[in-house]
């Protein structure tokens, strides 16, 4: 018996992936940005307790009576020190996640900490638990999402609102499994920038709907107000027993790199990246099939990427670790080449990794005769020229959100053999949602505690072939977001 942490609407079709996840959940997002106690009204914050104990089993066991007896949403955090600076650290930086804090399994190291939130803490017993923690339980029986009305940012506040965010816990009789923590500090979110822990909780909250709805995995979201990447490595360090895997979610490049790494270094979980690690998967299946469109390969094409972030940074790797050999990697000033003057250790390393006959010029110069165009960067950087400059059957890859790159039909009317963008209104969207719910049931069935370049590579070439070669064309190079049998494709391919 234990928790499960499931979605209060589930994800089923295009429509309610939209609200309840991109786009639409940007809207909650600025609304807390603008109003952080917004997020009481747009999450499940108002009525989430966050448990705190030595132990894990004592947390769980403190959570489950809160959740039969109270109805209150209870998360149980083990946090691995008894210090009482790593106590204040590790509550103070949560209170973005929780609506009140419940120390009593932990009074004795609590009761005399001045703790700097907003929140209730729970130090010591009192006659009205409920009363104490201000919680309120909200739930939605509107099951038809087609009967909102509005824009979709419109539709996602209306949903949020009447339920109270977009996942609860739920008591179960099955054996209980850890969750899997959708960690963030916010410095990345969506298309939306930095927008810090409490605006980005809407955004982990659907990450975690999609765990559920895609995998029926139990997630949680986890949002750290602290960006200096050492604290935060620390916080997530000290409560990492709470996890069975961690999804790190929208963590500014560079330092998504140097974080990921330590985690994984202190952490016998299994920790990914999702929004560089996912993108670089599917990227690479949608390559593996659009080349075969083409007739292609992916050893004789020349590439060029705009944009050397934490997606393009891991894309580049992973084409490479696949077999690329010409790719060309631009940031906004343009072409990478060995021996440039750059700052940022990615754009270092990419330097030195690839474009191997040492192109320079702008990401407009440097295109001209190249095979494939993958862009996870910035609105509109081209057009018509650019593509007719490619070679033949040129593939196009314009994933930026929600502006792509080049828009579709301009890019088809200029020559382009294949298309994909990020959005779900368009043919062949690029999106991470394909991966990351299988690579993770995958590697908690399997017992996989790191994600390594061959796994993705695996994983890839898995989801490539869920497109069957009868039914492949330069419409079709890549499964719908919510293909059902997408998830024990990708899961099966997670080996060691």
Do not use: W
Request: with cysteine; proline share 4%; hydrophobic share 45%.
């Amino acid at each position: 018996m234990g928790l499960k942490f499931v979605p209060k609407v589930k994800v089923t079709d295009k429509h309610s992936l939209a609200v309840i996840y991109t786009p639409g959940v940007a809207a909650a997002c600025l609304a807390i940005k603008e109003n952080i106690d917004s997020s009481f009204d747009y999450t499940n914050r108002e009525n989430t307790v966050g448990v705190f104990a030595f132990d894990y089993e004592k947390a769980l066991k403190r959570a489950e009576f809160l959740k039969t007896s109270l109805n209150i949403d209870a998360v149980p955090i083990e946090i691995s020190s008894d210090k009482k600076e790593d106590i204040k650290l590790v509550v103070e930086n949560l209170e973005a996640t929780f609506g009140a804090i419940d120390l009593s399994q932990i009074s004795d190291f609590a009761e005399d900490i001045d703790f700097e939130v907003n929140i209730p803490v729970l130090v010591k017993p009192v006659s009205d638990l409920k009363e104490f923690f201000l919680c309120v339980s909200k739930n939605i029986f509107m099951l038809d999402l087609n009967k909102l009305t509005g824009t979709l940012g419109e539709q996602s506040l209306t949903l949020r609102k009447m339920s109270g965010g977009s996942i609860e816990a739920e008591y179960t009789k099955d054996k209980h499994i850890k969750p899997v923590g959708v960690v963030t500090e916010g410095s990345a979110v969506l298309g939306l920038g930095n927008i810090g822990a409490f605006a980005a909780l809407p955004v982990m909250e659907g990450k975690s709907v999609l765990f559920s709805s895609l995998a029926g995995l139990s997630a949680i979201p986890i949002c750290i107000k602290e960006q200096i990447s050492d604290t935060f490595v620390k916080i997530v360090k000290l409560i990492g027993n709470s996890f069975s895997a961690i999804n790190l979610e929208d963590i500014a490049a560079p330092r998504c790199f140097g974080i990921e790494k330590e985690i994984v270094k202190n952490l016998d979980i299994p920790v990914f990246h999702d929004d560089a690690h996912g993108t670089s998967v599917v990227v690479l299946a949608g390559i593996y099939n659009a080349l075969k469109v083409t007739g292609k390969r992916l050893e004789d094409v020349k590439i060029v990427m705009s944009g050397a972030g934490a997606a393009g940074y891991t894309i580049a790797k992973l084409l490479l670790f696949a077999g690329a050999k010409n790719l060309i990697v631009c940031d906004r000033e343009g072409a990478l080449v060995s021996g440039g003057s750059y700052e940022k250790p990615n754009h270092i390393e990419l330097s030195a990794l690839t474009n191997p006959n040492g192109e320079t010029g702008t990401l407009k110069e440097v295109i001209k005769k190249a095979d494939v165009f993958i862009g996870v960067s910035a609105p509109n950087l081209l057009d018509e020229n650019d593509i007719k400059n490619m070679a033949e059957k040129p593939i196009v890859f314009a994933l930026a959100n929600p502006t792509p790159e080049i828009m579709p039909e301009i890019a088809e009317r200029a020559g382009a053999e294949v298309v994909a963008t990020g959005r779900s209104d368009f043919k062949n969207q690029i999106n991470n949602c394909l991966a990351f719910p299988g690579l993770f049931k995958g590697l908690l069935e399997h017992n996989v505690k790191k994600v390594t370049s061959e796994i993705k590579v695996n994983c890839a070439k898995a989801l490539a072939s869920a497109v069957s070669e009868d039914k492949l064309s330069k419409d079709y190079i890549i499964p719908d977001a919510l293909d059902e049998k997408v998830v024990d494709i990708i899961a099966g391919a997670v080996r060691v």
